[in-house]
């Protein structure tokens, strides 16, 4: 499902204006990674919780020629699954 489609699914499940819905899903996809952001995470209970996870230094390989390469430490998001989503799925 692309970011239309969902917009698109969310205007009609709530009776509003496709505008108003994207305006509403754009709301709540920035204040997540605002969160993120500052380090915070964000939880909703029976869906799951977003959060930042730290990565640290490690050695890798460059797949083309084999030669050792440093990868620096760095900070990703993270989703984990709530137990009335992992319900719902399966």
């Not at 819905?21 to 204040?31: M, N, Q």
């Not at 993270?78 to 137990?83: E, I, L, S």
Request: net charge positive.
């Amino acid at each position: 499902m692309t970011k239309t489609e969902f917009i698109d699914e969310v205007a009609e499940r709530a009776g509003l204006s496709k505008k108003d819905a994207a305006a509403a899903v754009d709301a709540v996809l920035e204040t997540i990674e605002g969160a993120l952001k500052r380090g915070s995470d964000v939880t909703f209970s029976g869906f799951g919780k977003f959060s930042v996870s730290a990565r640290s230094a490690r050695e890798g390989r460059n797949p083309a020629t084999g030669e050792k390469i440093q990868i620096a430490a760095s900070k990703v998001p993270k989703f984990t699954a709530g137990a009335a989503l992992k319900k719902a799925v399966n």
